[in-house]
């Protein structure tokens, strides 16, 4: 059993920035996924890493603006989240134990409570 921690959420205005954090309470060979989830729409996968190799994914509307990277030695993953756009705004949720296709939020095992981003325009 792993658990997942999220932190870092908060109001930002249009163009800011944010770290979220997905603190693990073991280390997982696996990927950790970010997803996040606005009112009225389905889950979706944002950005993975994966916490041996280092591999990186992402949907296309983040690329060039959000980064995701991993810190092993605090079992720890972070998503740099720059120039923020008021769409951006969601519960954002941290996931691994993915066995099949990465986006695919069904088929992630561990979840995290989330974290709310707010962005204002």
């Known amino acids: 059993q792993v658990q997942l921690v999220e932190s870092g959420g908060g109001s930002v205005q249009a163009g800011g920035s944010l770290r979220l954090s997905c603190a693990a309470s073991?280390?997982?060979?696996?990927?950790m996924t970010w997803f996040r989830q606005a009112p009225g729409k389905e889950r979706e996968a944002v950005a993975g890493i994966h916490t041996r190799f280092g591999g990186t994914l992402a949907t296309d509307s983040v690329k060039g603006r959000f980064t995701i990277f991993r810190d092993n030695a605090k079992n720890t993953v972070y998503l740099q989240m720059n120039s923020l756009k008021p769409e951006d705004t969601a519960m954002y949720y941290c996931a691994t134990g993915l066995s099949g296709s990465w986006p695919i939020a069904s088929n992630y095992k561990y979840w995290g409570q989330g974290t709310q981003v707010t962005v204002s325009s």
């Open positions: 073991a280390y997982i060979d696996n990927f």
